[in-house]
Structure formats: C-alpha cells, structure tokens
C-alpha cells in the first residue's frame, strides 16, 4: 500500500505520527452536539409493540443497528424527548456499560428515532464527514481512547467532557470523504467474507446435528435390518434395537427450590445455565449452596445422571439435557431442573450424552407442549420420551463414531472461526492505518471513480 511522502508526530502516544499537513483537533471543535437521552418518564411502562424506536445500548453494533430488541415510544413521547431525537448524519455510541464503544451512523433510512442515557450522539458540523468519525471510533486508537478515558468504580462509563477533548485526525472534508468511502467499500468486502464464513460454520453445526441424528436413532451399520419404531418422528430403527419410554429405565427427580440466602456459599450447585450450555456437565461448576446432608442425598449428582431443563420463556428451550460424565461430589442441582437416574445397566452415558440432546427430540417436546403459555416440563412429559436402546457394546461403538466425526467437524469450524477472527482483525487494523495516514487511499478511490 502506499504511503505519503512525508510524516510528522502527531504529539499523541496512541496515534503516533501522521502525515505532514495534517493536524489532530479536539473533538469539540468539529461537532456540534456531544449529549445522550433519557429513558422516558415511566420507564419500560411507556413501551410499546410499535412507534417511534428508543435505541439502547443493546441496539447499537458496528455493523449496523441489532432491531429485535428494540424497544418503541408513541409520537407524543418521542416529542417530549427533544434532545435526544436522532438525526441523520449522527454518530451513536455507546457511553456505559460492557458494549462500551460500540457506534453506528445514523442515514436517511432510519427515520424518526430516540435514544435513552446510555447512547451518545455525536453530531457532526460540516467540518467532518459522519462516516470518517464514526470509523475514526470504530479504530484502534478510537477504541484507545475510550478504554483510557473510561470512569467509575467499574471503569465501563464516558462522560461528555472527555468526549469533547478526544483527538482526532483532521484533514480536508475531500480526503475525509475519500478515506471513508474506501473504508465503505474495503470492510463490506470483508464482512460479506465473514458472512459467508460464519454461514459454513452454521452448516457444519446442521452437519453434526444430522450425524447424532442419524447414529442415535439408526445406528452406524448401513446394512442393519431396519423396523417400523411406531413413531412417526422416528420412523424406522434396526431390528435388534429395543425401545422403551422413559419411565421403565430409570427414575425422574425435581431439583431443589430455596430462597435466595440459600445460595452463593457452601457446596457445588448444579444449574440450569450448566445443563443448558453443555452437553456433558461441567466436572467443576461454578454454583454454590448451603445444602444439608439430606439434601445431598436427596438431590445428588451421578455419573450417568441425565439432567433435562424443565422451565423456560420458550419450548423450544424445555428438554435440554445434558449428562454427567463424572460424580460431583456433595452436589444438588437447581429446582428448574429435572434428574433422570437409570436404574438398571441398559444405557451406557456416551450413549446418553449424545442422545438425550440429540435436536430430534425437540419434535416430541414441542408437540406435546404446544398449548402452553409458559413452558414447563413436567415428570409424568418426561417419563413418556422414547428411549432407543441398542445393546451396550453397540452404544460404545456409537459413541466412539460420534466423538470422532464431530471432532473432525470441530477441526473444520475452528479452522473457519480462525479466518473470521483473523478478518476482523484484518479489518480493524486497515481501519486504524487508513483513518491516521498511516496508509494512503484517497487516489484509490478517485482512480475507481475514473474507471
């Protein structure tokens, strides 16, 4: 890439030297707001399905406004809020809380918009063009700055005065305008190589689902006989295979409910979050209670167990299971879920692991809980889920082809996300060379424009 002739210092550590003729100015000096909004008076009790959109922190991303958590205020609401209206041309930042830095620039295309205290707007004059700053933001030395100038206790708040005396590059509004444009065109090439990474990765995961699919419910032999399960969602199965519901195989137990003062010290505690982000429990979880010895008897945590999530907002969030490969010790588990305990040697927890969580079962959950408002699995549901039940010695050779296609799969995905992790470090980097000079591109852009 070329460089310009000559640089000098920019007199900033993180911006270092920047080419000669241009100049770092204070951020005040070339906008003409720096504020944020309010939440309306009345809080979420003024929210509502349709109307004019409060953006809020959660909204704002680098790569464009996140809409499906969005909340939204009637006309005389949004009116009310005069100073925190949105206009096109606005920079939005995010000012509080873990999304720290995250911006976006606001188009026609947004329309009429709000939003609430822990937003910035960032109102260019026409000293700046909108897209140049908000990718002087999006830079590593944008970002610097707002890690540096970050208050309070938890380090994750920007005041507006710091704001006011952020450095920026400044150059002719032709350059700015070129820069950004460049960037435009440069980081849509490689968000749309990052998409269609992330698409590959999405299908490697349908990959892995149809594999245990298949292994769980008709084995690795393609020569089995096969027989008619009488099921219609699991159709056909090897002959040899027997299949029992649930309740002739082991034992359903409902975890522990107490108050709160209950939890936080004392022994490992079992939750929902564990069951449901794994598909084999964490041998060391994070939770703690203050159980009894009963309780421990009681609510106790085997190898082989089988815990299923047992309450959510969706159902499609019910009947998540997850198997313990290992004793937890002195262990209990949360109220939200449900243990199955087998009481006899029929299943092997490789086996379970795997078909417990399989995504064919989320057919019998959902179709025999479609009428409720809030789901929650019940013990008598649960104890009617179909069990196949290979002979032991075939569970093990299920298990062993599992584990080994999906760590080849698992190869696969991790070698993607390392192209996505090195694009988007790819395009941060070309962000933070171009917004300082330390890369020229602006007679790229007018060769393009000649072409």
């Known amino acids: 890439m070329e460089r310009y002739e000559k640089y000098k210092d920019s007199g900033v550590e993180w911006i270092g030297e920047i080419p000669e003729g241009w100049r770092v100015k204070k951020l005040k000096y070339v906008v003409s707001k720096i504020g944020s909004g309010v939440t309306p008076k009345g809080g979420a009790n003024v929210y509502q399905l349709r109307g004019v959109p409060l953006l809020r922190s959660q909204n704002i991303h680098f790569d464009g ?37 995250r911006c976006f620039y606001a188009d026609n295309m947004l329309g009429e918009a709000n939003v609430n205290q822990h937003v ?8 700046i063009a909108t897209s140049y700053l908000y990718f002087f933001f999006r830079s590593d030395f944008g970002q610097k700055q707002i890690d540096v100038e970050q208050t309070g206790s938890g380090r994750e708040g920007l005041n507006f005065e710091a704001l006011n005396n952020f450095l920026i590059p400044y ?11 460049y960037l435009d065109r440069k980081t849509a090439e490689i968000d749309a190589l990052i ?16 594999i245990i699919n ?33 309740r002739y195989i082991g034992s359903c137990q409902n975890g522990i409910s107490q108050s709160a003062d209950y939890f936080g010290q004392g022994f490992p505690f079992v939750s929902y979050g564990d069951v449901y982000k794994n598909i084999v429990l964490p041998k060391n979880v994070d939770g703690l209670a203050n159980s009894t010895e009963s309780d421990r008897n009681n609510y106790s945590v085997f190898k082989g167990d089988v815990f299923f999530t047992r309450t959510s907002e969706t159902i499609e969030e019910i009947g998540i299971a997850s198997t313990c490969s290992k004793t937890i010790k002195d262990a209990v588990f949360s109220g939200f879920l449900i243990r199955f305990r087998a009481s006899s040697n029929d299943l092997f927890d490789g086996f379970s692991k795997y078909y417990f969580r399989a995504s064919i079962h989320r057919i019998f959950f959902v179709k025999e809980m479609n009428l409720v408002t809030r789901a929650s699995l019940s013990q ?15 569970q093990i050779e299920i298990n062993k082809y599992i584990e080994i296609e999906i760590a080849r799969i698992d190869a696969k995905i991790a070698k993607t996300q390392r192209i996505i ?3 988007k470090e790819y395009r941060t980097a070309l962000i933070s060379e171009v917004v300082t000079g330390k890369i020229k591109v602006s007679h790229l852009v007018d060769k393009e424009i000649a072409q």
């Open 195 to 210: 998409a269609q990474k992330e698409r590959l990765i999405a299908l490697y995961e349908e990959e892995k689902a149809a």
């Open 421 to 423: 992790e090195l694009q």
């Open 214 to 246: 298949q292994a769980v419910t008709q084995g690795i032999d393609p020569n089995a006989k096969l027989k008619d399960s009488g099921i219609d969602w699991l159709g056909e199965i090897p002959q040899h295979w027997e299949i029992k519901r649930l």
């Open 120 to 127: 910035c707007i960032v109102r260019p004059t026409n000293k």
């Open 380 to 394: 008598e549901l649960l104890k009617k889920l179909p069990v196949l039940l290979p002979p032991i010695q075939e």
């Open 65 to 101: 406004l996140k809409m499906d958590d969005v909340a939204y205020i009637d006309e005389d609401v949004h009116e009310s809020m005069v100073n925190s209206k949105v206009q096109p041309g606005d920079v939005l930042l995010n000012i509080t809380g873990a999304s720290i830095g």
């Open 171 to 181: 150059i002719p509004l032709t350059e700015q305008t070129a820069i950004a444009n």
